[in-house]
T-cell receptor, first 121, second 113 residues
Framework: GAGVSQSPRYKVTKRGQDVALRCDPI?????LYWYRQALGQGPEFLTY????????KSGLPNDRFSAERPEGSISTLTIQRTEQRDSAMYRC???????????????????FGPGTRLTVL | AQSVTQPDIHITVSEGASLELRCNYS??????LFWYVQSPGQGLQLLLK??????LVQGIKGFEAEFKRSQSSFNLRKPSVHWSDAAEYFC???????????FGTGTSLTVIP
């Protein structure tokens, strides 16, 4: 079956413009995650959803960043008034269920998309 | 706070040689530990994971990792490296309260013939 898809794969924008990055998770996956990966770094957690509910947005760096998943499937990460420091790879992941229970093996694998490479000039 | 340290930024090994990539974590409770591989232009692929039980876990592509609580480590190993193993490897610890992952900075592996 299809994996996690993201669009666009590459986005070049000018400083001050708004951008919207899309993530299409694996069909049936309940949980969806957004990460940001700077060059030479590991992915950094931004936010995640269970169905349409945003469970944790503690990783969003500031109020220019927002995410939504209105119908519990496709998600959009929006960055307003982009700055050069926003340039990075933005990765989306999905999993069957996000509420891993301590002591069980039900902690589900996150499947990652190919990412969107954002460049802010 | 949770964190992951991968001390080796870059490792070069000869094809056929053994490999060990180091990972140390900081986490207050029983950790959920993962190793992911990232090939150029590709997404992250899960190699293996540890939740509980046997501390030596087997993964795909001939990789294994051993959880050592006393050392707060989860090192990745492979007895014989193939040229196709050249990639970036990330260790991650999962939170058991929210399911977000905390990744290390990665180790880049080069395989020479």
């Amino acid at each position: 079956g299809a994996g996690v898809s993201q669009s666009p794969r590459y986005k070049v924008t000018k400083r001050g413009q708004d951008v919207a990055l899309r993530c299409d998770p694996i069909s049936g996956h309940v949980s969806l995650y957004w990460y940001r990966q700077a060059l030479g770094q590991g992915p950094e957690f931004l936010t995640y959803f269970n169905y349409e509910a945003q469970q944790d947005k503690s990783g969003l760096p500031n109020d220019r960043f927002s995410a939504e998943r209105p119908e519990g499937s496709i998600s959009t990460l929006t960055i307003q008034r982009t700055e050069q420091r926003d340039s990075a790879m933005y990765r989306c992941a999905s999993s069957l269920e996000g509420d891993g229970l301590a002591g069980t093996s039900s902690y589900n694998e996150q499947f990652f998309g190919p990412g969107t490479r954002l460049t802010v000039l | 706070a949770q964190s992951v340290t991968q001390p080796d930024i870059h490792i070069t090994v000869s094809e056929g040689a053994s490999l060990e990539l180091r990972c140390n974590y900081s986490y207050g409770a029983t950790p959920y530990l993962f190793w992911y591989v990232q090939s150029p232009g590709q997404g992250l692929q899960l190699l293996l994971k540890y939740f509980s039980g046997d501390t030596l876990v087997q993964g795909i592509k001939g990789f294994e990792a051993e959880f050592k609580r006393s050392q707060s480590s989860f090192n990745l190993r492979k007895p014989s490296v193939h040229w196709s193993d050249a990639a970036e490897y990330f260790c991650a610890v999962g939170s058991n309260t929210g399911n977000q992952f905390y990744f290390g900075t990665g180790t880049s592996l080069t395989v020479i013939p």
